[in-house]
């Protein structure tokens, strides 16, 4: 089978310049090539690639065939011509089959469009639970809830998400991410849309919807960091998880600001069908533009596909068997990964539940206020997030410092907590322990996460029905906002004591 190449431009060459081109190869079998030709005469140097002769139609009596990605014409008097030229190919079969599109010169890389669906299916992941915590609000005021039973609503979020976060990677490595991110997605979206309805019919039947909702949520994060190394080298990954964690915490900003806005048009019910819309919009999306291995692509450009498994064979290994739990819990860098998670899941929840609830309770602000309020951290936790990723990206790609590339991601997590010490408001560890997954067990990331991600919502169920009841004990939530803010301090000395880039479970 011929391969054809489509030259973009070719500009006449010296002696002994080389032959400038850009091509794009895919394995064709033309049945015709049409090739016109404007030539620009030169004599070449002996040393330049030899002809492949080609049917062709070209200016003057020449022959033309192809020099590396250009054309290259002989005249009678053994002077070579450099053409620049525009071909196109009639009735192009591949191996015999039925006719397929031609690939064009330059288009947007696949890994581009796989991290820009991951990062719009982690904003609807978050921007579906941010309903809730908006909703919480006047669901409390109807139904006469408590500030203890609030904590018990919002947790019931996590009965569901603690068991799926465990099983979630193995589920991906087993069926693939794409299956696996397409049910969840599908399974939340639908129990976003039945949430206004569980609630009009019973206590019991809400925390039933919200646990399935936390079901089906639990996989993503899990999936995510099992899909992500497939698609990129190890020198882009912190970059597409910054970016993939940027459309996470925009999903707080997005529905924290218009769900208030949506709610006072359509109503409660109406704003819960609007965001369950978006995530089947998202799922037609997927299903049709992304595989869960760039192997199994079928619009993916051969040297794109090569960077991708150049970039996998630094990381790879082959293992025999999982790691026992023993062997896991046995060394202090796996410590520093549950540390983190727990941590980071503790205080991520206060702020995801409670904020709302906080700023109207304490500054008697309206809803739609409250909700402006409790957006402003989220949006600093997208831009940090990205910009830790291409730091992190940076130091591997250009001096290799695995090192301090996996604990730069670990510094914005100070910052915050020194200025504002009562009110944790970085959320930068998922770079952290998401990266520190793929170095230490590559093969394993997806599981290893799923299972300090199970640990880690065990902490955040603690926490989330924790802080009602200190809110009805002590009347303030000034005492459980100074402990997070203590443990987050801690969580991030202990991670950058021991964390490490070094492979552990091989």
Known sequence: MASIRSCVSVKPAAAASPVKYR??????????????????????????????????????NSVVGLVGDGLL?????????????????????????????????????????????????MLLCNADRVVMSVAVVPFAAQ???????????????????????????????????????????ALW?????????????????????????????????????TFLPKWFPIHE????????????????????LATPIIM?????????????SLGYLWLSLWMFNVESDPLDSRTISKSELQLILAGRSA??????????????????????????????NWGYFVLLSWMPVYFKTVYNV??????????????????????????????????????????????????PNAVCCCSPHDHCPELEFFQSSWDIAPKYAGSLHGLTNGIGTVAAIVSTIGTGYFVEWLGSFQAFLTLTAVLYFSATIFYNTYATGDLIFD
């Open 23 to 60: 091509s794009a190869r895919v394995g064709l079998e033309p049945r015709s090539l049409r090739i016109s030709c404007s030539s620009s005469s030169s004599y070449l140097g002996s040393g330049g690639d030899d002809c492949r002769g080609v049917s062709s139609s070209g200016r003057g």
């Open 73 to 121: 014409g002989r005249r009678g008097g053994g002077r070579r011509v450099v053409a620049m030229c525009s071909a196109e190919m009639e009735g192009v079969r591949h191996g015999g089959g039925a006719a397929v599109a031609s690939v064009p010169a330059a288009s947007l890389p696949e890994r581009a469009k796989v991290v820009a669906l991951v990062a719009a299916v």
């Open 143 to 185: 139904y006469g809830w408590s500030s203890s039973f609030l904590g018990i609503v919002q947790s019931s979020f996590l009965w569901g998400y603690v068991f799926s976060s465990m099983v979630g990677g193995a589920l991906a490595d087993r069926y693939g991410g794409k299956k696996v991110m397409a049910g969840a997605a």
């Open 189 to 225: 979206s639908l129990a976003t849309f039945l949430t206004p309805w569980a609630a009009s019919q019973s206590t019991m039947m809400l925390l039933a919807v919200r646990a399935l909702f936390g079901l089906a949520e639990g996989v993503a994060f899990p999936t995510m960091s």
């Open 237 to 256: 990954r912190a970059t597409a998880v910054g970016i993939s964690m940027g459309g996470f915490h925009l999903g707080n900003v997005i529905s924290f």
């Open 264 to 276: 006072s048009h359509i109503g409660l019910a109406g704003t819960f069908a609007f965001f369950a």
């Open 315 to 344: 990381s790879k290994v082959q293992g025999s068997k999982f790691p026992s739990l023993r062997e896991i819990l046995s060394k202090i860098e796996m410590w520093a990964i549950i540390v983190a998670n727990v941590v980071n």
């Open 366 to 415: 309206n809803l739609k206020q409250a909700a402006w309020f409790s957006a402003i951290p989220w949006a600093v936790m997208a831009l940090s997030g990205y910009v830790a990723g291409a730091s992190a990206d940076f130091l591997i790609k250009s001096v290799h410092w695995f090192y301090w590339a996996r604990r730069v991601t670990a510094l914005p997590k100070i910052c």
